[in-house]
């Protein structure tokens, strides 16, 4: 069974620009989360989809950053325009509804420089 | 505000000892506690979990305990080995399925 894919896994962007990150999650999983991880840190939950609605985005940084998970399968993470402190690990998880262990994908690593 | 804690950033031990991972938390509706292991380049992996209403889950060789007067989970892991050498994180979560709050994580060194 192939676990959650996410892409890019590397990307470099001067500060300004765009960037997006795509995430694929495990078959079937309805639950699907966008985490960040700071350096020396643990992850941080940025936002979680229940299907193709957004349950918790409490934390998303809705000025520059927004996502979607159309369908509710994929989704994607999108930030414009991204500063320096958005360097960081952008991690895509997924569970199934209600579980407790959620999959997490290799990770996109952005530098914004 | 740090809700969940993990005071050693390192950990060193011997191959076939017992390591002993640390976890503190201040939210008291927290209901389940996780630990991931997380190898460099990969994301964390799910590696054992526990509700309030237990106070010891085991799963081959790892064992985690819960105090919840104290507010304090443990990872144990009996005996070591070097593949277990990774970063450790606690995880909490108030709702099943619902947000993770994980900790900085514990580099665990297991020398051969």
């Known amino acids: 069974e192939a676990g959650v894919v996410q892409s890019p896994r590397y990307k470099i962007i001067e500060k300004k620009q765009p960037v997006a990150f795509w995430c694929n999650p495990i078959?079937?999983?309805?639950?699907l989360y966008w985490y960040r991880q700071n350096l020396g840190q643990g992850p941080e939950l940025l936002i979680r989809?229940?299907?193709?609605?957004?349950?918790?985005d409490s934390q998303l940084p809705k000025d520059r950053f927004s996502a979607e998970r159309l369908k509710g399968v994929d989704s994607t993470l999108k930030i414009q325009p991204a500063e320096l402190g958005d360097s960081a690990v952008y991690l895509c998880?997924?569970?199934?509804?209600?579980?407790?262990?959620?999959?997490f994908g290799q990770g996109t690593r952005l530098t914004v420089v | 505000d740090q809700q969940v804690k993990q005071n050693s950033p390192s950990l060193s031990v011997q191959e076939g000892r017992i390591s002993i991972l640390n976890c503190d938390y201040t939210?008291?509706?927290?209901?389940?506690f996780l630990w991931y292991k997380k190898y460099p380049a990969e994301g964390p992996t799910f590696l054992i979990s526990?509700?309030?209403?237990?106070d010891k889950n085991e799963d081959g060789r790892f064992t985690v305990f819960l105090n919840k007067s104290a507010k304090h989970l443990s990872l144990h892991i009996v005996p070591s080995q070097p593949g277990d050498s990774a970063v450790y994180f606690c995880?909490?979560?108030?709702?099943?399925?619902?947000?993770?709050?994980f900790g900085e994580g514990t580099q665990l060194t297991v020398n051969p």
């Open positions: 998880a997924s569970s199934l509804q209600g579980n407790t262990e959620a999959f």
């Open positions: 078959s079937g999983h309805n639950t």
């Open positions: 989809y229940e299907n193709e609605e957004a349950v918790d």
């Open positions: 939210n008291s509706m927290f209901d389940y």
């Open positions: 526990i509700s309030s209403i237990k």
């Open positions: 995880a909490a979560e108030e709702t099943s399925g619902s947000r993770l709050t």
